[in-house]
């Protein structure tokens, strides 16, 4: 699928750290819209052995802060023509979401962010619970008594797709191009020098060797306070680990997209019929991606109150990955004190469904030397400000 | 189950302890100028490393530290605060 590179050139103009998603769709838009070739992404495993992989690839725009409703509604609107783009089946597929409420409060913000969205021309409504029942009729509606569903916020573009295929595609479109990708390709340091204006980026270590770079972008999720550190930055990004798991293959009963932020559930069933379920964060620090029987009890818990019929269903597999979460839940873009360092970061338990716009206002990022319009709200220097976004639509489920 | 030591209460499922963050000592918020105040508010040490932290076990509300390797979770050592400020511990 890519061009096999035994060596690493002495320089690029741009070194990309991470290939997943993010950083290989970085390399995709940078060769195609800005005509940069001269590209190396450099991934300490496998192709999207990060949270690339381990995602459970929710994709919505149904967000409440205008920077991110905007921001993913662009995202939607790029995902929609990627598999002609690649030529490669992404298994995108349009289900709806809808994220239940129980509470009266719950249902309240869920009128809110209908509202926000439809704003902004994005399809989300507050249902009641007769639809949810309708669309549905699988769940037990009244949850076991003790936390009925009252309505939900639908959103009909929600959708799921294979996230492999996601890496691979920008991958090989990136390589047709001319960029090289470097698998098993480990950063270890990052060497800095002053040119008049401060600090820049002079060199990159590998383990397989020093490449001289004066533009560094770096898309390591989880990994990135150890890649800031390298560099000398701070940041209020923390890492905690979140975890998912999927049953054994059914009968396709379930079209939407399902999310309970009371009953921490959300779950969504594949091409393949397995079903994908996820719940919140891990409540502490963490830097590994061990799985815990307390996380698939509690899980498989909460999904049969919504779906008791499930019972005799067996879990297949779980895993985690790590997140980098940021106080505000927005994430961290664009440029950073250190000259010809640029951060995608801060995507935590949501990035997925960002991958697309944010290849592409990267690129223009890196290219120009500029932030793109786009993740203005999203800045690294926005803490020291106090200027957080705010942004509590992705908030209390993890995705 | 992975199992906590609350220094009053013993060991306990880890479910019965709240996280609360790696010790930290407050700069003087008379002193302080926005920058610095901001890295104490906002800015963390997210470096895989063997830290100090504040954990509580919720059911009887005994807050204590922790110091806990947040590469492998493996808890070192649990002990009040007084105790472990006892020995001499710098606060990071
Ligand atoms: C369980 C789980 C469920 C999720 N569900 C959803 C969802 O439903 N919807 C959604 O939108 N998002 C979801 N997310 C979040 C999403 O997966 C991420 O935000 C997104 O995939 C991040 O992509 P990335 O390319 O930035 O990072 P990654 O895919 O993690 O890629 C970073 C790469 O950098 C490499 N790397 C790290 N350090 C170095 C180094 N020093 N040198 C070289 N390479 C290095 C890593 O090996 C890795 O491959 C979920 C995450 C998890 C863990």
Partial sequence: ?399 | MKLMTCPINGPRVISEFAYGGEVRSMPDPEKADDAAWADYVFNHNSLPAVKAEWWCHTPSGVWFIAERDTATDTILRTSLYAIWRGQGQAVS
């Fill in chain 1, 1 to 399: 699928m890519f061009a096999r590179h035994d060596r690493l050139k002495s320089s690029y103009d741009i070194v990309i750290i991470g290939g997943g998603g993010h950083g290989l769709a970085a390399a995709y838009y940078l060769a195609r819209d800005h005509g940069i070739r001269d590209i190396a992404v450099l991934e300490k495993s496998y192709l999207g052995s990060g949270n690339t992989g381990r995602n459970t690839t929710i994709i919505r725009s149904n967000y409440l802060t205008p920077e991110g409703v905007q921001f993913y509604d662009e995202s939607l609107r790029l995902w929609r023509d990627l598999s002609q783009d690649f030529d490669l089946n992404l298994f995108y597929s349009t289900r709806g979401h809808f994220t239940l409420a129980h509470t009266d409060a719950a249902m309240r913000t869920m009128r809110w962010r209908a509202e926000v969205n439809k704003h902004y021309g994005i399809a989300s409504e507050a249902v009641d619970s007769q639809a949810v029942r309708e669309a549905m009729p699988m769940m037990d509606i009244t949850c076991g008594g003790h936390a009925p569903v009252l309505g939900a916020l639908y959103h009909a573009p929600g959708a799921i797709a294979r996230h492999d295929a996601v890496a691979w595609g920008y991958g090989r479109g990136a390589d047709r191009r001319g960029a090289e990708i470097h698998q098993h390709t480990e950063v270890v340091a990052i060497e800095l020098e002053d040119r008049g204006s401060g600090p820049c980026v002079a060199a990159v270590i590998t383990n397989r060797g020093r490449i001289a770079t004066r533009k560094v972008l770096c898309a390591v999720a989880g990994h990135t306070p150890r890649l800031l550190a390298m560099v000398g930055l701070r940041s209020p990004i923390y890492v905690h680990p979140l975890q998912a798991m999927v049953s054994e293959p059914i009968k396709p009963w379930l079209d939407p997209i399902v999310v309970s932020a009371s009953l921490h559930v959300y779950v969504s069933q594949s091409a393949r019929g397995e079903l994908v379920m996820g719940a919140s964060l891990d409540p502490y620090e963490l830097h590994s991606s061990r799985s815990t029987l307390d996380f698939a009890e509690s899980l498989a818990g909460h999904m049969l109150e919504l779906f008791p019929f499930l019972s005799d269903v067996k879990v297949n597999r779980q895993w985690a990955g790590m997140a980098d979460m940021t106080p505000d839940f927005a994430p961290i873009m664009g440029l950073t004190p250190v000259g010809g360092f640029y951060v995608d970061s801060g995507w935590g338990t949501w990035g997925f469904k960002a991958t697309p716009v944010c290849g592409k206002t990267m690129s223009h990022t890196v290219a120009s030397n500029e932030a793109h319009p786009l993740i203005r709200g999203f800045s690294f220097d926005r803490f020291a400000r106090y200027a957080l976004t705010g942004e509590k639509g992705a908030a209390s489920v993890g995705h």
